[in-house]
Structures are given as structure tokens and as C-alpha cells.
Nanobody, 115 residues
Framework: QEQVVESGGGLVQAGGSLRLSCAAS????????MAWYRQAPGKQRELVAL???????NYTDSVKGRFTISRDNAKDTVYLQMSSLKPDDTAVYYC?????????WGQGTQVTVSS
């Protein structure tokens, strides 16, 4: 059975960097879109970045120029490189993958940016 697991969250000072990873296991089908979402306390979950299998990317305006999404299809893994982090980036970050027509979410990883 497919499973999606994130890693790489943590505590960082404003202006710092973090790299999140998300790997799928047990996959039989090729993974279509991969995406990162985040949810801050008291707010709705929002799309941060998306990457298609053909490597087309899309970012929410607040992270453009600071975050980079990438993927390794051979490893069924998606990454989110976050730079110039701000306190407003503090949230639980979730990975979402579209596999065989189904949606799979990771358990989330906490990112905390201190001022």
C-alpha cells in the first residue's frame, strides 16, 4: 500500500533555510502531480508549491523567489527548498501526491521560524 512520509522540518531563525523531503513508498503507478501545502494555526490549509511529472512548477505568490520545489521521479520523492524564511512561514507542511488517480497526504512536518 502506498505511503507518503515527510521529513526535514524544524526550528529556524528568520532569514534561514530549510529543506523538506517527501518520499512515497509501495507505489505501483507513476506519480503525477506532487505538491506541498501548509496550514498555520487558525488558518486554512493552502497550496505552497506544485510540480507536475513534466517538471512544470507553480508557487503561491508569498513564496515566489524564496522557495523551490523539485522532484526525483526515480526516487518517488519531492523536495521543497525554503530560503529567506519569515515568521509568517511558520506552519505544518504537508506533502500531497497523486498516484494512480488517488490522492495521498503525508502526516505533516512542523516548520517554525523565529523572529
Amino acid at each position: 500500500q502506498e505511503q507518503v512520509v515527510e521529513s526535514g522540518g524544524g526550528l529556524v531563525q528568520a532569514g534561514g533555510s530549510l529543506r523538506l523531503s517527501c518520499a512515497a513508498s509501495g507505489t505501483v503507478f507513476a506519480i503525477a502531480n506532487m505538491a506541498w501545502y501548509r496550514q498555520a494555526p487558525g488558518k486554512q490549509r493552502e497550496l505552497v508549491a506544485l510540480i507536475t511529472r513534466g517538471l512544470t512548477t507553480n508557487y503561491t505568490d508569498s513564496v515566489k523567489g524564496r522557495f523551490t520545489i523539485s522532484r526525483d521521479n526515480a526516487k518517488d520523492t519531492v523536495y521543497l527548498q525554503m530560503s529567506s524564511l519569515k515568521p509568517d512561514d511558520t506552519a505544518v507542511y504537508y506533502c500531497k501526491m497523486e498516484i494512480g488517480g488517488y490522492i495521498y497526504w503525508g502526516q505533516g512536518t512542523q516548520v517554525t521560524v523565529s523572529s
